[in-house]
């Protein structure tokens, strides 16, 4: 079965830190483009941080540059978000994405989400 | 960065209705746009991509169209499973964004 499933969320304190993964399963996750993108309750869809197939591209969103850090393993068909200074306009629904079709940044798997709230 | 804006917010019609949502960018994107959607409590589900090819297994009642900055998203006869909120995502350039987003109602 194909999926991505991501764990790691839950609540941290203003300025804490937290390490989202993300679990690929039933395909070759090596050759996908990786994304994470991230929904604040009741609001739209954010991209944050994309990931090349080697690791060797990264690229992020303003709002999170200096301050999350994106990674993959592909032995471990894992990929993982490192947040640091997190602030309370981060909490959020984040969700691992990505595709297969080089050169077309759209997202056609996605995983279910994991929640971080960041409250005191 | 592109912004994307999409109209109406919501939108409400009846089983059957013939249902429109637009996406305009704030440059040319080309065609380089892809659509979503998503259902309360549920990940976005991917659509159609290059504006206006339609992912494998999606019903062909839906169908997109446009190019450069106006674009369109039509469900043609729309059913109840269809309820859910509708997004466009940019592609053409980082970095990526969407849509506000478009809620369907019956």
């Known amino acids: 079965q194909v999926q991505l499933v991501e764990s790691g969320g839950g609540l941290v304190k203003p300025g804490g830190s937290l390490s989202l993964s993300c679990a690929a399963s039933?395909?070759?996750?090596?050759?996908?483009?990786m994304s994470w993108i991230r929904q604040a309750p009741g609001q739209g869809l954010e991209w944050l941080a994309y990931?090349?197939?080697?690791?060797?591209?990264?690229l992020y969103a303003d709002s999170v540059k200096g301050r999350f850090t994106i990674s993959r393993d592909n032995t471990k068909n894992t990929l993982f978000l490192e947040m640091n200074s997190l602030k309370a306009d981060d909490r959020a629904l984040y969700y691992c994405?990505?595709?297969?079709?080089?050169?077309?940044?759209?997202?056609?798997?996605w995983g279910r989400g994991t929640l971080v709230t960041v409250s005191s | 960065d592109i912004q994307m804006t999409q109209s109406p917010s919501t939108l409400s019609a009846s089983v059957g209705d013939r249902v429109t949502i637009t996406c305009r960018a704030s440059?040319?994107?080309?065609?380089?746009l892809a659509w979503y959607q998503q259902k309360p409590g549920k990940a976005p589900k991917f659509l159609i991509y290059e504006a206006s090819t339609l992912q494998s297994g999606v019903p062909s009642r839906f169908s997109g169209s446009g190019s450069g900055t106006e674009f369109t998203l039509t469900i043609s006869s729309l059913q109840p499973d269809d309820v859910a909120t509708y997004y466009c995502?940019?592609?053409?350039?980082?970095?990526?964004?969407f849509g506000g987003g478009t809620k369907v109602e019956i």
């Open positions: 994405a990505g595709t297969a079709v080089t050169g077309d940044w759209y997202f056609d798997l």
């Open positions: 995502q940019q592609y053409n350039s980082y970095p990526l964004t």
């Open positions: 990931i090349s197939r080697s690791g060797k591209t990264i």
């Open positions: 440059q040319s994107i080309v065609g380089w």
């Open positions: 039933g395909f070759n996750f090596s050759a996908y483009y």
